[in-house]
């Protein structure tokens, strides 16, 4: 009685996981090998990067403040001097948008650096599984 097994890789019938397949080429599966049908990258492989998603949040919600505190401001300009208080206005008003462009803009780059280091980790595992599986079929080859 054979038991057909299913190629991790080509997804064809092998009669025997202990040889290499016929299809595609791939190595034999052993018992306690790890690989599934998709090999992907696990999340318990990825790190949380906690404090730089706090100092996103932080610049984000620092930058709804300046926005807040420039309408206030205008408001407050316009009810107290009125026509008179336009030109420091404007320039308020330059300086707090700019501000609050670039605390926003900090918010969005903490977040490019967490999916940066999230796409680095995942380069130095999948390249660590390639060395291994090198190392195992050139070890299978002597």
Same mark, same amino acid.
């Given at each position: ?60 919600? !620092?930058? @709804?403040?300046?926005?807040? #505190? ?5 408001? &407050?300009? =316009?009810?107290? /001097? *009125? ?12 300086? !707090?948008? @700019?501000?609050?462009?670039? #605390? ?5 780059? &903490?977040? =490019?650096?967490? /999916? *940066? ?12 599984? !390639? ?12």
């Amino acid at each position: 009685m054979t038991t057909e097994f299913q190629c991790p890789e080509c997804q064809s019938r092998r009669t025997d996981p202990s040889v290499v397949c016929p299809t595609c080429g791939a190595p034999p599966v052993r018992a306690g090998d790890k690989r599934t049908d998709e090999e992907e990258v696990r999340s318990q492989d990825l790190e949380p990067y906690v404090t730089l998603r706090y100092i996103a949040f932080l610049f984000k919600i !620092l930058a @709804v403040i300046m926005v807040i #505190m420039l309408i206030a401001e205008i408001v &407050t300009g =316009l009810t107290t /001097d *009125a026509a008179d208080a336009l030109p420091t206005l404007i320039g308020e008003i330059t300086q !707090l948008i @700019v501000l609050a462009g670039l #605390m926003w803009g900090g918010g969005d780059l &903490t977040l =490019l650096l967490i /999916d *940066a280091g999230h796409d680095l980790r995942v380069v130095r595992i999948l390249l660590g599984r !390639l060395n291994a599986e090198l190392h195992r079929r050139g070890n299978e080859k002597m």
